[in-house]
């Protein structure tokens, strides 16, 4: 039996942990904010100092990324623009070794809904 786009993202939420935006604002200064989408999706505008990594490169790109490069132990707040491809790269980020990445609720669009 094939897996969907969304039966992957199900998947990965049974594994990960997902943060409400009311909690990602409260505790946004603990966190290392880590935008999936594409270039041309963060330039449209992002979470305040957020870093874009897209998903598609996350696994080759973070490890030498110089904000994420043995910081296995920091807090990330990974988001997306619906919560899908953030569900999927926190899912990979913990298996990489990422112990405290936690994915946004809702991604981007709850986010600017909630302002």
Avoid at 34 to 52: K, M, Q, S, T, Y
Wanted: net charge negative.
């Amino acid at each position: 039996m094939s897996m969907t786009a969304m039966d992957l993202v199900a998947a990965a939420k049974q594994h990960i942990t997902e943060i409400d935006v009311s909690k990602a604002k409260a505790e946004l200064s603990r966190f290392i904010i880590l935008d999936v989408r594409a270039p041309g999706e963060f330039v449209a505008g992002a979470l305040p100092g957020a870093i874009n990594i897209s998903r598609g490169v996350l696994e080759f790109k973070i490890t030498q990324h110089p904000d994420f490069e043995g910081k296995e132990d920091a807090d990330i707040l990974v988001y997306c623009q619906t919560g899908g491809r953030a569900a999927l790269a926190t899912e990979t980020l913990n298996k990489m070794g990422y112990r405290n990445a936690v994915s946004l609720a809702g991604g981007y669009n709850a986010w600017q809904a909630s302002n």
